[in-house]
């Protein structure tokens, strides 16, 4: 059983651009919610992907965008980059079950994104 | 408006010692309150976690007490060892959902 993944590692961009931002879920899991943690700070949710459809959002602007793909796997896609972008983004999967109810999330080692 | 307060930001604490973290929350609704730790370059892991329908849950040197009147949480760990060196953080979210609020974390030095 492979965990959750996150590709690249690290990543420099400058003011303006775009990026995105790669999770694969762990295996058997169908949910995946994404995470900005600011240094010093603890995550906050950005928003999570159920069945390749949003479920939930967190306060983020419309910048922030996903996907999630009928393996489960996922992108986050920030446009129009900002200097307060910089931070580490964690992918987190989990699975819903057929009741509704959830199992826990095991987090990915992140993304460092670095915005210059 | 922070929803899970966290506290202290930082702790010290000799090897064999107990640490203790504190978190409180707002929000009546949550009813899944986790712990997480994290070492430097790693994604946070699950520790331990607690619903408010038991005060208390142990596991190994690891006990969440949970006061639901006070809309508060904490974490003890007995026997402190060196390698407990990490950050944790408390979270809490409505039925374990994956939409959890985090607290902004702890950073936990125990010295040999």
């Known amino acids: 059983e492979t965990g959750v993944t996150q590709s690249p590692t690290h990543l420099i961009k400058t003011r303006g651009q775009q990026v995105t931002l790669r999770c694969s879920s762990q295996s058997g899991h169908n949910t995946v919610s994404w995470y900005q943690q600011a240094l010093g700070q603890g995550p906050q949710f950005i928003f999570q992907?159920?069945?390749?459809?949003?479920?939930g959002r967190g306060n983020f602007p419309p910048r922030f965008s996903g996907l999630q793909f009928p393996n489960y796997s996922s992108e986050l896609n920030v446009n129009a980059l900002e200097l307060d972008d910089s931070a580490l983004y964690l992918c987190?999967?989990?699975?819903?079950?057929?009741?509704?109810?959830?199992?826990?999330?095991?987090f990915g080692p992140g993304t460092r994104l670095t915005v210059l | 408006q922070q929803q899970v307060k966290q506290s202290p930001q930082s702790l010290i604490v000799q090897k064999g010692g107990i640490s203790i973290i504190n978190c409180a929350y707002e929000?009546?609704?949550?009813?899944?309150f986790p712990w997480y730790q994290q070492f430097p370059g790693k994604g946070p892991a699950l520790l331990i976690a607690?619903?408010?329908?038991?005060s208390e849950k142990k596991e190994g040197r690891f006990t969440i007490s949970f006061n639901k009147s006070a809309k508060q949480f904490s974490l003890h760990i007995m026997d402190s060892q060196p390698g407990d060196s990490a950050t944790y953080f408390c979270a809490a979210s409505k039925s374990n959902a994956g939409k959890s609020t985090f607290g902004d974390g702890t950073t936990l030095t125990v010295k040999p």
């Open positions: 929000n009546t609704a949550f009813d899944y």
């Open positions: 607690i619903r408010p329908d038991v």
């Open positions: 987190a999967s989990s699975s819903k079950g057929g009741t509704g109810s959830y199992n826990e999330q095991f």
């Open positions: 992907y159920y069945r390749e459809e949003e479920n």
